[in-house]
């Protein structure tokens, strides 16, 4: 393992914070195990939280042949010189970049049938950087993934081994989350340091919730459910960060920071996770570290369940007192950070069912802007285009991105949460309820074309997608008008200024 001393120890952890600072500014991630939920899909998911000014623009990125050459992150302004061989033969793959940069793709499916997404932001302990820190000058950072991996692999456990061999022998150039996902299995990935990850393979039964934390903590040497960097757990004893008398190796305990931030920022939010999902489950809110990383839930889990967690701010239960929005807007005053935040430009909830058709059985469902007040739309992964309006915003309000129109009733509704949001969350559900039974009856219509007409199932599938991004827009702007008439009205009753007698 190659390992890396600063000149200035302090500097390195200063300039570690300064990088991660930069990052997504905070994700949720949920990974579900196929016997987890209802239906037997697997599903993996993300909420992508940075700022409101960066749209994500859905792409296709067409399969490549005879390419040779290099990618480097400067040349998207990356905060790294990372560079890697291009594939000479790459896979064809969807992504969601960032409006500007063209990278960070964060969501997407490649042709092989592997999902990703990423990332999740984490921390290491300083202690675990002292002497492998973070390589800030070309390690691998969580905008490069999508486009090293997703054209390359064929499975989602060779791209935990492509993305680990880069740590190993390039360096992380920041500390993150990343999940991947195939026809039969998924696996997260933790950075531990610099050089050194570990990544574990989901069991069927269970899911995982977390939140710019270290979650993994078991690792068996030689399992195949685990896949790690070399002397991950001698480097833990040199170190100081583990002793074989305290029992078992934990890498969450040995690497992943443990402190005041992570009780109000982090931990809540896998405790609400946790809780929705397995309400059975009892443990203090401040148990932080020490929470269960993969879980039973109570009930078998849907596309549906993964949405309400999304959308939770702790509006009920037992972290009701710290909802930020239902009784008027008090952010700057809360401790806890909720799931659901303003500044959080997408999300995504990818679901694989292997038994359907690879154009179908994967699907991501789509939410822009704040997960509580968006509308998730199902994009299939065999789309042959997007429309362009939906790789049209930039970080400035326009009149025709569905990013902004979804963005602008989102900042209007936040004027006043209490009245405007059950207007909006009401309408939004009708829609998908609506969505999800064409879903029902598209597919049905596609298994039946695919058979003898190959375009005329490409067509339907399209025309569905599309006829649901068209539906979500057109309600959005509905929804804008009513909640502008709404507060129109309240504006003008605080501000009538008429006369006593009401004459003039």
Not at 62 to 87: E, I
Not at 119 to 134: Q, S
Not at 458 to 478: G, P, R, S, V, W
Request: glycine share 8%.
């Amino acid at each position: 393992m190659k390992v890396i001393k600063p000149t200035i120890k302090t500097l390195a952890i200063t300039l570690t914070c300064l990088i991660l600072s930069k990052s997504a500014l905070g994700c949720t991630s949920v990974v579900v195990g196929s016997e987890a939920t209802k239906d037997g899909s697997l599903i993996i998911a993300r909420t992508a939280d940075g700022s409101a000014f960066r749209p994500a623009h859905l792409t296709i990125y067409p399969a490549t042949k005879g390419v040779k050459g290099m990618y480097y992150a400067k040349d998207h302004n990356h905060m790294t010189d990372f560079s890697y061989p291009l594939p000479e033969n790459g896979l064809r793959y969807s992504a969601a970049p960032n409006w500007k940069t063209k990278v960070r793709g964060s969501t997407g499916f490649n042709e092989a049938g592997v999902g990703f997404s990423g990332t999740e932001t984490i921390y290491a302990k300083p202690e675990a950087l002292k002497n492998d820190p973070y390589n800030t000058q070309d390690g691998i950072t969580e905008d490069d993934i999508p486009g090293v991996v997703l054209p390359r692999v064929h499975s989602a456990r060779e791209g935990v081994q492509l993305i680990g061999g880069i740590i190993e022998t390039i360096g992380a150039g920041e500390g993150f989350g990343i999940i991947l996902v195939d026809e039969k299995e998924s696996w997260y990935l933790e950075t531990g340091s610099g050089h050194h990850f570990l990544a574990q393979r989901t069991p069927k039964d269970k899911y995982l919730a977390s939140a710019n934390q270290g979650r993994l903590t078991t690792y068996i040497e030689g399992d195949d459910n685990f896949i790690a960097s070399k002397g991950l757990v001698q480097y833990a004893i040199d170190n100081g960060l583990y002793k074989k008398e305290e029992g078992e190796f934990n890498f969450t305990h040995a690497y992943a920071r443990d402190g005041d931030k992570d009780l109000i920022y982090n931990y809540p939010r896998v405790w609400q996770m946790q809780k929705i999902l397995t309400p059975s489950l009892k443990q203090d809110v401040m148990k932080g570290v020490d929470m269960p990383n993969y879980v039973k839930p109570d009930n078998k889990l849907t596309v549906n369940d993964i949405k309400k967690v999304f959308r939770n701010h702790f509006e009920t239960g037992e972290l009701s007192k710290h909802d930020p929005y239902s009784k008027g807007l008090k952010g700057n005053s809360e401790t806890f950070r909720p799931i659901s935040i303003f500044r959080t430009y997408q999300s995504h909830i990818m679901q694989v069912r292997p038994w359907l058709p690879r154009a179908i059985g994967e699907v991501t469902y789509f939410g822009q802007g704040m997960p509580d007040l968006a509308i998730y739309i199902p994009i299939y992964a065999g789309m042959s285009h997007y429309p362009k309006s939906w790789a049209a915003a930039s970080n400035k309000a326009d009149r025709h991105s569905p990013y902004w129109k979804f963005r602008k009733l989102q900042t209007l509704v936040m004027t006043d949460y209490p009245k405007l949001a059950p207007i909006v969350k009401a309408a939004y559900a009708k829609l998908e309820n609506d969505i999800a039974k064409r879903q029902v009856e598209f597919e049905k219509e596609y298994l039946e074309l695919i058979k003898t007409d190959k375009e005329a199932a490409q067509k339907a599938l399209d025309d569905f997608c599309i006829t649901a991004m068209n539906d979500a827009e057109e309600l959005t702007l509905d929804l804008t008008d009513e909640a502008f008439t709404i507060r129109t009205q309240d504006i003008e009753t605080l501000n009538k200024f008429m006369n006593r007698n009401k004459a003039d």
